[in-house]
């Protein structure tokens, strides 16, 4: 079965800075990897997603992922936030033709003026 | 109106009531899905439905119930529901597979 991790519940960043979101999952053949964000009072939305090919996926919004199989990572990088990046990210895993999706409790994304 | 819709957006009801929460897809997605979320929790699967018919429970009690008319609709019946089943209510639809997933911006339950 599959499963995933985000390490960090909470993570504070000052506006400017780059942000690094760690996302790690289980599962023993080649995932389906997304990043979905969600914004308070709202429904999750697509940042990127990566089913096969090259590592380095990039997304909407400046966002960017590497799906890196020795670690079982897939970590989710913008290298300067803006403060309307504040919100929860939510990192998932599903596996190929199946269409249950396994999500992380997610990373609240705070960012300091 | 565009992408996926759910209302009402906030709802509260007590236990003894009986309520829907409805969800239409405007993508032209075969598969939809309803989540709960609950605070501090990861996103639970309840149901998924495909071409109409369901596909997955995921041990939802009973006092959950859903209907799928077609593609594009999606409603979740409640009834006798307990204070600890207030959650956020994602509705999402996709093509099928593992495709991607579009939510919709959810109904805030509260259950008094």
Known sequence: ?113 | ETGVTQTPRHLVMGMTNKKSLKCEQHLGHNAMYWYKQSAKKPLELMFVYNFKEQTENNSVPSRFSPECPNSSHLFLHLHTLQPEDSALYLCASSQGGTDTQYFGPGTRLTVL
């Open chain 1, 1 to 113: 079965a599959q499963s995933v991790t985000q390490p960090d519940i909470h993570i504070t960043v000052s506006e400017g800075a780059s942000l690094e979101l760690r996302c790690n999952y289980s599962y023993g053949a080649t995932p389906y990897l997304f990043w979905y964000v969600q914004s308070p009072g709202q429904g999750l939305q697509l940042l990127l997603k990566y089913f096969s090919g090259d590592t380095l996926v990039q997304g909407i919004k400046g966002f960017e992922a590497e799906f890196k199989r020795s670690q079982s990572s897939f970590n989710l990088r913008k290298p300067s936030v803006h403060w309307s990046d504040a919100a929860e990210y939510f990192c998932a895993v599903g596996a190929r033709g199946a269409q249950k999706l396994v999500f992380g409790q997610g990373t609240r994304l705070t960012i300091n003026p």
